[in-house]
């Protein structure tokens, strides 16, 4: 159980364009989402933090504007990467925790999307 | 502000052998403290976790130490297999109910060799 998708797993786009990567949670109500990006070699840096049926709140340095999240359900989350450039190149993962799923504090971590603009 | 620091930050260890890696925090309101495995091009995934509380916790191959006086906590892989090769995460969290959000540590990289 406490299964995390993403969608897709990898994708190339081209500068300027707007890609979107859908998180879900197959087998349990996620009540918050988080999103994070990795860079090769370095660790997991948290974007913002999205409570379902509300507005997601970002970490500082993360334009909203760029990065738009979107917690439309208990069971999906998604990011859209606005205007993409090559910098925003990256890894980025979702997780999803709820009360009930695990313990407490578990965070679900999904596959990965790996994101390369061209 | 790296709140959760992190060593070794590689380190290669013979099969059989054991694999310890460190952290160390500053913040004493953290009261959970998870260890993650990552695989390249793959999400982390929990490996074992422990609450200030405890001193250690043991899980298989896979125990935890973890000392609340000085701020410092630790996972040791015994008996450590090729298969345990992977990136380890140790991390922190402040329970605060839906505002709660781990804090990482820089990685290491494990490379277990025949």
């Known amino acids: 159980g406490a299964v995390v998708s993403q969608h897709p797993s990898w994708v190339i786009c081209k500068s300027g364009t707007s890609v979107k990567i859908e998180c879900r949670s197959l087998d349990f109500q996620a009540t918050t989402m988080f999103w994070y990006r990795q860079f090769p070699k370095q660790s997991l840096m948290l974007m913002a933090t999205s409570n379902e049926g509300s507005k997601a709140t970002y970490e500082q340095g993360v334009e909203k504007d760029k990065f738009l999240i979107n917690h439309a359900s208990l069971t999906l989350s998604t990011l859209t990467v606005t205007s993409a450039h090559p910098e925003d190149s990256s890894f980025y993962i979702c997780s999803a925790r709820s009360p009930g799923a695990g313990g407490r504090n578990e965070q679900f971590f999904g596959p990965g999307t790996r994101l390369t603009v061209l | 502000q790296q709140q959760v620091k992190q060593s070794p930050q590689s380190l290669i260890v013979q099969k059989g052998g054991i694999s310890i890696i460190n952290c160390a925090y500053e913040?004493?309101?953290?009261?959970?403290f998870p260890w993650y495995q990552q695989f390249p091009g793959k999400g982390p995934a929990l490996l074992i976790a422990?609450?200030?509380?405890?001193s250690e916790k043991k899980e298989g191959r896979f125990t935890i130490s973890f000392n609340k006086s000085a701020k410092q906590f630790s996972l040791h892989i015994m008996d450590s297999q090729p298969g345990d090769s992977a990136t380890y995460f140790c991390?922190?969290?402040?329970?605060?109910?839906?505002?709660?959000?781990?804090?990482f540590g820089t990685g290491t990289r494990l490379q277990v060799t025949l």
């Open positions: 991390a922190a969290l402040i329970d605060t109910g839906t505002a709660s959000k781990l804090t």
């Open positions: 422990i609450r200030p509380d405890v």
């Open positions: 913040n004493t309101a953290f009261d959970y």
